[in-house]
């Protein structure tokens, strides 16, 4: 007889604010680091059917929580959803009563359901783990994400450990030519098309291109660098080292360490560097962001109304989905904007930009909910994807829960 799978339970830990716009339409384990989300590679480990999730209440209508009875039927293993694997854990290993560990901080736990319960429902800020049995397990083949500049900063490491598996699925070929460098180490799909004159560099680490992603003539690409299913790189784009780009973008222009979810487009001159950029972002010509200040200092981040020390030097921006920056358009280090933002201006926006803001240095106005989900329906329809019921009711609670920084800002 086939022994019991024991249910795992991927849930949000408190601290998960700390990813700003990237995650506040979307689980924290949705987010892409390098070329696959953190969910996939939970899955390499566990069963599809065996896995639940515990998302914020805001996010209940994408994600429905577990059926109660769960929580009833025996032990659960509940799994981080800010954790990248980059091995094997062992998860369906655990004993009751056992965790796993990263640098220290607990990553997975396996307990009863009514304490697994009990420990989801205390998931506020500054909520811990529960005191389990004393077994813990160090995992090296991992790390903890709190931020959004570790996106991209991990991307490399994740794009490392994904590498074998990605080459192992689908038809790659490689391409011996002349002006490339380090060419073993580039890797593309079967039906990629690389125009000539475009030039790869994976000297610093593998470049994948990934199914139906088209290069234009004359561009530059280093590793390490992945570029997601349906991308086109128009002529002259510049994918300098450190970029990961997720599916159905359209880029241009020089890019520097950035991490895209997918759907974006930034399809003309300009520089973007050391930047998360989500989902249905449209930076128009010319838009440039500094990722480094005049006097070398590290880079400060206002988010959420609190000001972040990054402990970096370089450190550009984050874009939630759906923010469109006007041509000509500057970005100030360490900006933050907010889903649905649309700045248009010739100064720098505010370093903080409050979701649903529309204007210029001159004012700004709320942007209104129907006409934010009436674009947002042809920007998706667009790359052929929909605006579902679900998706329109989170925004549409997510602007409401919005509108007392929006206030602040225009006060």
């Known amino acids: 007889m086939r022994a019991r799978t024991v249910p795992v339970i991927l849930f949000e830990p408190a601290g998960c604010e700390g990813f700003g716009p990237p995650v506040a339409l979307r689980p ?55 954790l990248l694997l980059l091995g ?68 490399p490491r994740a794009l490392a450990a994904d590498r074998g598996l990605l080459l192992g699925t689908g038809a790659w070929r490689r391409e011996d030519r002349m002006d490339w460098v380090a060419a073993e180490d580039v890797h593309l799909a079967a039906d990629a098309e690389i125009a000539a004159g475009a030039m790869v560099d994976a000297s610093g680490g593998p470049v994948l291109i990934d199914r139906g992603v088209r290069v234009g003539p004359l561009s530059v690409i280093q590793g390490p660098c992945y570029v997601g299913p349906g991308t086109r790189l128009k002529p002259h784009t510049q994918l300098l080292h450190g970029c ?94 907010e889903p649905f933002t649309n700045w248009f201006g010739a100064d720098f926006p505010p370093k903080g930009l409050p979701a649903f803001l529309w204007g210029s240095e001159a004012g700004t106005t709320t942007y209104a909910l129907d006409k934010a989900l009436e674009t947002a329906a042809i920007v998706m329809q667009r790359r052929g994807r929909s605006l579902d019921a679900a998706l329109a009711r989170t925004i549409t609670d997510f602007f409401a829960a919005t509108e007392p920084s929006r206030a602040t800002l225009r006060a």
């Not at 480990?45 to 639940?52: K, M």
């Not at 241009?252 to 759907?263: H, L, M």
């Open 28 to 82: 924290c384990w949705e987010l892409r680091v390098g070329a696959r989300r953190l969910v996939e590679r939970v899955l390499d480990q566990v069963p599809a059917d065996s896995l639940h999730f515990w998302s914020r209440p805001s996010l209940r209508a994408l994600r429905p929580p577990p059926p109660e009875a769960l929580f009833d039927a025996g032990d659960l293993l509940l799994v981080a959803g800010n």
């Open 88 to 155: 094997d854990a062992r998860l369906e290993a655990l004993a009751p009563g056992e965790r796993v560990e990263v640098d220290g901080q607990v990553v997975a736990l396996r307990l009863a359901g009514s304490a697994a319960r009990e420990f989801l429902a205390s998931q506020q800020p500054g909520a811990t783990w529960p005191d389990p049995a004393p077994k813990a397990r160090e995992c090296a083949l991992g790390a903890v994400l709190q931020y959004w500049w570790e996106l991209y900063e991990q991307a």
């Open 244 to 337: 990961f780009v997720g599916p159905e973008c359209r880029l241009g222009g020089e890019i520097e360490e950035a991490q895209f979810q997918g759907y974006a487009n930034k399809q003309h001159h300009g520089f973007l560097g050391h930047a998360a950029v989500g989902e249905w972002v449209n930076l128009g010509a010319g838009v440039t962001n500094s990722d480094l200040k005049n006097n070398y200092s590290d880079v400060r981040v206002l988010q959420a109304g609190r000001e972040l020390q990054s402990r970096r030097r370089f450190l550009g921006c984050c874009l939630g989905d759906h923010v469109k920056v006007g041509i000509q358009g500057r970005i100030n280090t360490g900006t933050v904007l």
